[in-house]
Nanobody
Framework: QVQLVESGGELVQAGGSLRLSCAAS????????MAWFRQAPGTEREFAAA????????YYADSVKGRFTISRDNAKNTVYLQMNSLKPEDTAVYYC?????????????????WGQGTQVTVSS
């Protein structure tokens, strides 16, 4: 299992930008598919974005496509989520997740390692 620690969440105005970071422990980071999920109060955790081992392939939920960009730096064991044009409905706790093997779908149950989450609040 890989240990994950998110950072970068804060209060931002609608239309603004934030970059979240997720630092991973271990020497096998490049063998994990990485993803970001989010969970708003009273809702289920939902998939936001994922990235393949090398970073060549990325996957997005329709709700964030065109506004969010996921990337990774395997030399730094870090995955990022650049969030632009933020909306109040993007307000949630954002979680970093890791999965052994290639990406197949955005089901949270497929990801075996999770961070503690970082709060993103978008004010209108």
């Amino acid at each position: 299992q890989v240990q994950l620690v998110e950072s970068g969440g804060e209060l931002v105005q609608a239309g603004g930008s934030l970059r979240l970071s997720c630092a991973a422990s271990g020497r096998t980071f490049s063998t994990y598919t990485m993803a970001w999920f989010r969970q708003a109060p009273g809702t289920e955790r939902e998939f936001a974005a994922a990235i393949s081992f090398s970073g060549r392939n990325t996957y997005y939920a329709d709700s964030v496509k065109g506004r969010f960009t996921i990337s990774r730096d395997n030399a730094k064991n870090t995955v990022y989520l650049q969030m632009n044009s933020l909306k109040p409905e993007d307000t949630a706790v954002y979680y970093c997740a890791a999965k052994r093997g290639p990406y197949s779908n955005g089901r949270a149950s497929d990801f075996g390692s999770w961070g503690q989450g970082t709060q993103v609040t978008v004010s209108s």
